[in-house]
């Protein structure tokens, strides 16, 4: 994506937002929760902005394929795809705690090119694409560019983690072996979601895993980590299509990220 694409791209992205924002925010503090068939909790405000959301892009790109957490779409591995997830953290935003966000990504032929991870409640958006490097906008400032913080050992690192789903640690069990992470970190952190994820592109956290993710998930966070300067692969260190994969690890380098890798991978 070029720097004059990026100049038009995210005015329609943040108008986008901001109408959805007062949905998502209108909601706050008396959400209503329904659980999907997998259990999850949604709202009505998840599908009122996710339906919003796909009316601007669909108005902006009609020819652009567009997925989204709550109603489905076309994946494309070829041309242009929008991924979308109205809100990053439902069971925070049920609580009424702050820690959820809107996210947005542009995958071209697979790969995630442009990354939005905006923060509602906190009043801040963490943007970034492919070559452009990473930034952070807060409410009524310029945007900052922001980078992963500096090179340090898993055992000094600062690492959030959203749940413990399919893992060692759930109630049922799991391939993920997250208790030698937390027995080997230097401080494991339940941030949580995509706040964490613009936490460590600004070097507030080392590391970030996810043990259970999907496409709409992984795009903007990908984007984001990798032009801020991090490293990202699942949680078996794959890093090819990795908008496909399942987990996620982040982390501020690669040599963090493979040493969280060889710690939380599934048993050989």
């Known amino acids: 994506m070029s720097a004059r694409e990026l100049r038009v791209t995210l005015p329609r992205i943040f ?54 957490e709550e109603y489905g779409g076309e994946f494309a591995r070829t041309g242009r795809c929008w991924l979308i997830d109205p809100i990053d953290g439902t069971a925070s935003y049920v609580l009424g705690l702050p820690l959820f966000g809107t996210l947005i990504s542009l995958l071209i032929d697979g790969e995630p090119i442009l990354g939005v991870i905006h923060l509602s409640a906190l009043r801040e958006t963490t943007y970034a694409a492919r070559g452009l490097g990473c930034w952070l906008k807060r409410d009524g400032a310029r945007a900052q560019r922001v980078r992963v913080g500096k090179s340090c050992a898993l055992s000094k690192a600062q690492v959030g983690l959203t749940s413990v789903k399919e893992s060692d640690l759930a109630r ?23 706040v964490q994820y613009a936490l460590l592109c600004r070097g507030q956290l080392d590391a970030s895993v996810d043990p259970l993710m999907k496409p709409w998930d ?17 949680m078996n260190g794959e890093r090819t299509r990795l908008v496909e994969r399942t987990s996620l690890v982040a982390a501020s380098t690669a040599r963090l990220r493979r040493d969280i890798v060889s710690r939380v991978g599934r048993a050989r």
């Open 15 to 68: 108008a986008a937002i901001a109408e959805s924002d007062r949905i998502i925010l209108g909601q706050l503090n008396r959400a209503k929760t329904q659980h999907k068939a997998d259990g999850t909790e949604v709202t009505i405000a998840d599908r009122g902005a996710e339906r919003l959301l796909r009316r601007h892009l669909r108005a902006a790109w009609p020819r652009d394929a567009v997925l989204g």
């Open 218 to 234: 992984i795009g903007a966070l990908a984007a984001c980590v990798l032009e801020a300067g991090g490293s990202v692969s699942d």
């Open 172 to 194: 049922r069990g799991g391939p993920w072996r997250l208790t030698r992470l937390a027995q080997s970190a230097g401080r494991l952190r339940l941030v949580g979601d995509c």
